[in-house]
């Protein structure tokens, strides 16, 4: 009896434990599982391929940048007065009131695939100098060389300058050179009397450039009443800057926008011994002290791109969930190997849709990049199945998905809502589906 008792705890029946279908369906799961944690090294390899290409894109905007122009930045007219020794700092008179009529118009430039924006522009500015602002800034004027004075116009890049300049002050005509200002950079300079012109109470200015420049054109509120208005051809304008313009119209045509900033609006007044450093950086002015606009084509489908591969993880485990409950109601056996080679489709769409949207628009590029995904994972699993309808199932639900994820894409104020909410409909129909299955049936 005891020899019978031995024999009915035989360890080839915990083999055959090891093979009954919970097992192996236990099994399965982590398989699965451990694959869809494993596609997030390819995801995070893709979401890398996306900063570089958009890295790319930077790289030539800023080397066609470099042989056409940089942007500019337009500061002045002022007028610098020098110290008679070296102790007393030298002054800069700004404008009491400085007017720009511009017009800008854009064109683009290619640097291998990518397009980028120049422009040109000509620029017409006048106004008037006021001199009492000298005698109310407490300055002694023994002190300073008004015969040696100089007119002064910053700019970002002295290489944008498309006609010599001619600065008008008081009727009397000057021709300007480049140069460097301590405080300023890059000028456009030229050499004026005031002994002269100070009898009168205030001495009017003109002058036009002709400048071409890169991405950003930008102005310094010098005038003690600046007013720039603008007229472009960029139909995609960016406003920037501490003042936006008081009035603009953006068209299919292009923009036109007028901007208005007094002295009380900002630190820059009327007489300045110094430009405060805070104000000058790397031959840039710090965004609170200027305004503008830049014109450039928008590069938006890189920041669609990493937007869209976020979602990337999670259309995986829906797919892969979805392929698993289609094994289980069909009976049909579906090796570990095949979901991987679902999952590697599913990452190859982000590499189609970065590919494809830097060469046709972005919703565009997400139409061909899903229905090549979509067309080729529906075939292979109705390969797999030999039925249709269970692989239309799985094509159904990716469209679903990538249809979803582009309407979130597009959404910015409720993106997070209407995420939410899709994410707990998901959830539903799991749950739904999975109450379904008799997990413990053979």
Same mark, same amino acid.
């Given at each position: 009896?005891? +020899?019978?008792?031995?024999?009915?705890?035989? #360890?080839?029946?915990?083999?055959?434990?090891?093979?009954?279908?919970?097992?192996?369906?236990?099994?399965?799961?982590?398989?699965?599982? @451990?694959?869809?944690?494993?596609?997030?090294?390819?995801?995070?390899?893709?979401?890398?391929?996306?900063?570089?290409?958009?890295?790319?894109?930077? &790289?030539?905007?800023?080397?066609?940048?470099?042989?056409?122009?940089?942007?500019?930045?337009?500061?002045?007219?002022?007028?610098?007065? #020098?110290?008679?020794?070296?102790?007393?700092?030298?002054? %800069?008179?700004?404008?009491?009131?400085?007017?720009?009529?511009?017009?800008?118009?854009?064109?683009?430039?290619?640097?291998?695939? =990518?397009?980028?924006?120049?422009?040109?522009?000509?620029?017409?500015?006048?106004?008037?100098?006021?001199?009492?602002?000298?005698?109310?800034?407490?300055?002694?004027? &023994?002190?300073?060389?008004?015969?040696?004075?100089?007119?002064?116009?910053?700019?970002?890049?002295?290489?944008?300058? +498309?006609?010599?300049?001619?600065?008008?002050?008081?009727?009397?005509? /000057?021709?300007?050179?480049?140069?460097?200002?301590?405080?300023?950079?890059?000028?456009?300079?030229?050499?004026?009397?005031?002994?002269?012109?100070?009898? /009168?109470?205030?001495?009017?200015?003109?002058?036009?450039?002709?400048?071409?420049?890169?991405?950003?054109?930008?102005?310094?509120?010098?005038?003690?009443?600046?007013?720039?208005?603008?007229?472009?051809?960029?139909?995609?304008?960016?406003?920037?800057?501490?003042?936006? #313009?008081?009035?603009?119209?953006?068209?299919?045509?292009?923009?036109?926008?007028?901007?208005?900033?007094?002295?009380?609006?900002?630190?820059?007044?009327?007489?300045?011994?110094?430009?405060?450093?805070?104000?000058?950086? &790397?031959?840039?002015?710090?965004?609170?002290?200027?305004?503008?606009?830049?014109?450039?084509?928008?590069? $938006?489908? %890189?920041?669609?791109? $990493?937007?869209?591969?976020?979602?990337?993880?999670?259309?995986?485990? *829906?797919?892969?969930?979805?392929? =698993?409950?289609?094994?289980?109601?069909?009976?049909?056996?579906?090796?570990?190997?095949?979901?991987?080679?679902?999952?590697?489709?599913?990452?190859?769409?982000?590499?189609? *849709?970065?590919?494809?949207? $830097?060469?046709?628009? =972005?919703?565009? @590029?997400?139409?061909?990049?899903s229905v090549m995904t979509i067309a080729l994972i529906t075939i292979f699993m109705a390969a797999i199945l030999?039925?249709?309808? #269970?692989?239309?199932?799985?094509?159904?639900?990716? +469209?679903?998905? %990538?249809?979803?994820?582009?309407?979130l894409m597009q959404m910015e104020t409720y993106a997070l809502l209407a995420g939410s909410i899709g994410l =707990?409909?998901?959830? @539903?129909?799991?749950?739904?589906?999975?109450?379904?299955?008799?997990?413990?049936?053979?």
């Amino acid at each position: 009896m005891g +020899t019978q008792m031995y024999s009915n705890e035989n #360890p080839s029946s915990k083999k055959a434990g090891l093979k009954n279908p919970q097992t192996k369906l236990g099994l399965k799961i982590i398989i699965i599982v @451990a694959m869809g944690l494993l596609m997030l090294i390819p995801q995070h390899m893709i979401l890398n391929l996306i900063r570089e290409r958009n890295s790319s894109s930077r &790289d030539a905007e800023s080397e066609v940048g470099r042989m056409w122009s940089r942007e500019q930045t337009v500061v002045g007219p002022v007028i610098l007065i #020098p110290g008679k020794t070296n102790k007393i700092p030298d002054v %800069y008179l700004l404008p009491e009131e400085l007017t720009v009529n511009g017009d800008v118009q854009t064109q683009k430039l290619h640097k291998g695939i =990518f397009d980028v924006t120049v422009y040109t522009s000509g620029l017409d500015m006048q106004g008037s100098f006021l001199w009492s602002k000298l005698e109310e800034s407490g300055i002694h004027p &023994d002190q300073y060389d008004f015969a040696g004075a100089r007119m002064l116009i910053g700019l970002g890049d002295l290489r944008g300058l +498309t006609d010599n300049v001619v600065f008008t002050l008081g009727g009397k005509e /000057h021709k300007m050179a480049s140069g460097q200002d301590k405080e300023l950079g890059a000028v456009l300079v030229c050499p004026i009397s005031l002994v002269e012109m100070m009898t /009168h109470d205030s001495v009017d200015y003109h002058v036009e450039l002709g400048l071409k420049g890169s991405r950003n054109l930008h102005f310094m509120p010098v005038g003690g009443a600046t007013s720039v208005h603008l007229t472009s051809n960029c139909t995609t304008p960016n406003f920037q800057g501490n003042f936006l #313009p008081v009035t603009r119209e953006v068209t299919d045509q292009g923009f036109e926008a007028t901007w208005k900033v007094l002295s009380l609006n900002s630190s820059l007044r009327g007489v300045m011994t110094e430009w405060r450093q805070s104000l000058w950086r &790397d031959n840039e002015y710090e965004p609170g002290e200027m305004f503008g606009v830049e014109m450039r084509l928008p590069v $938006e489908q %890189y920041q669609q791109n $990493e937007r869209s591969i976020k979602y990337a993880f999670l259309i995986i485990v *829906l797919t892969f969930a979805t392929v =698993f409950f289609v094994e289980i109601r069909t009976g049909v056996r579906i090796h570990p190997i095949q979901y991987l080679l679902v999952g590697v489709a599913l990452l190859l769409y982000y590499t189609l *849709l970065l590919s494809f949207s $830097e060469h046709v628009v =972005f919703w565009g @590029a997400y139409l061909i990049a899903s229905v090549m995904t979509i067309a080729l994972i529906t075939i292979f699993m109705a390969a797999i199945l030999k039925v249709k309808k #269970p692989a239309l199932l799985v094509g159904g639900l990716l +469209t679903v998905l %990538y249809g979803f994820i582009y309407i979130l894409m597009q959404m910015e104020t409720y993106a997070l809502l209407a995420g939410s909410i899709g994410l =707990f409909i998901i959830l @539903a129909v799991a749950m739904f589906i999975t109450s379904r299955i008799k997990w413990y049936n053979s």
